[in-house]
């Protein structure tokens, strides 16, 4: 894989996973080239990613789904059966 990305001078860049996760600088700087073309500074890849970062760590609990409405069901009415018997 990494053969046939230099043969054809494809970018690639390595980033340390517990790194990104936990130091928003490394991550800037890793994948600054990209954000310059986009225009992206640091102020605002650093609200963006305070924001992930809320909602991503393990000890985050998301809001408890509503449980679903209660549902009448009416008994079967043993009168109402056609069947012979």
Do not use: Q, W
Not at 7 to 27: A, G, P, S, W
């Amino acid at each position: 894989m990494l053969r046939r990305g230099t043969k054809h001078e494809i970018n690639t860049t390595f980033i340390n996973f517990d790194k990104m996760v936990n130091d928003k600088k490394y991550l800037f700087n890793k994948i600054k080239n990209i954000l310059d073309e986009k225009n992206i500074d640091f102020e605002t890849f650093s609200s963006v990613y305070d924001e992930a970062e809320l909602t991503s760590k393990p000890n985050h609990t998301p809001e408890e789904p509503k449980p679903p409405e209660p549902r009448s069901v009416e008994p079967k009415d043993s009168l109402s059966d056609t069947s012979s018997t």
